[in-house]
């Protein structure tokens, strides 16, 4: 079984539609992540949440919007895409929100707005 | 200054040669250290990190790290590189500055020749 699982794994899309990506993890972790990951590799968080509650928010424009119905899952949301948000979205697991713990890492969803 | 940075955006070495992958941070209080590595279209694993306690710290497939306080650096080693440990590789820093937030380095590709 996988750990961290993510769907879809690639999204093609038009500019202007809206898109969800779903993540869930079955190791009893806490905190849930979402991580963008651009064309020059660089990794930024973009929200967090331990135990369904949000907990790190970044400036991420609001048409993103995560949801997270209980601890095991963290989906993603995107409305209204633009060509800079094609990425790669990882998302990822601890066991809990202290930093002190390893990350496990979904295999990622490529997203590519045209 | 950056939480964490990566100097070398690429590093070459032959296999069997030792490897040196570089990590510098600045943060406030202990840091929480972690290296990770990314192969091609997958989500990243962990390497190894450091809490506290010694400050050699040995990871997974040989992998090794020394926390440097006075150099306020981590870098990541290995005695005899393999073809097989070509990837992006990633420090990562909790710096409580940004709360429990995990900041990735921009990533170090590692190029193994044979």
């Known amino acids: 079984d996988t750990a961290v699982s993510q769907t879809p794994k690639y999204l093609v899309t038009q500019m202007g539609n809206d898109k969800s990506i779903k993540c869930e993890q079955n190791l009893g972790h806490d905190t849930m992540y979402w991580y963008k990951q651009d064309s020059k590799k660089f990794l930024k968080i973009m929200f967090s949440y331990n135990n369904k509650e949000l907990i790190i928010n970044e400036t991420v424009p609001n048409r993103f919007s995560p949801k997270s119905p209980d601890k095991a899952h963290l989906n993603l949301h995107i409305n209204s895409l633009e060509l800079g948000d094609s990425a790669v979205y990882f998302c990822?697991?601890?066991?809990?929100?202290?930093?002190?713990?390893?990350?496990?890492f979904g295999a990622g969803s490529r997203l590519t707005v045209l | 200054a950056q939480s964490v940075a990566q100097p070398e955006d690429q590093v070459n070495v032959a296999e069997g040669n030792p490897l040196t992958v570089k990590c510098t941070y600045s943060?406030?209080?202990?840091?929480?250290l972690f290296w990770y590595v990314q192969y091609p279209n997958r989500g990243l694993q962990f390497l190894l990190k450091y809490i506290t306690g010694d400050n050699l710290v040995k990871g997974s497939y040989g992998f090794e790290a020394e926390f440097n306080k006075s150099q306020t650096s981590f870098h990541l080693k290995k005695p005899s590189a393999l073809v097989s440990d070509s990837a992006l590789y990633f420090c990562?820093?909790?710096?409580?500055?940004?709360?429990?937030?995990?900041?990735f380095g921009a990533g170090t590709i590692l190029r193994v020749k044979s």
């Open positions: 990822a697991s601890s066991q809990d929100s202290t930093g002190a713990n390893v990350l496990t």
């Open positions: 943060v406030s209080g202990n840091p929480y």
């Open positions: 990562a820093v909790r710096d409580l500055k940004y709360g429990n937030k995990l900041v």
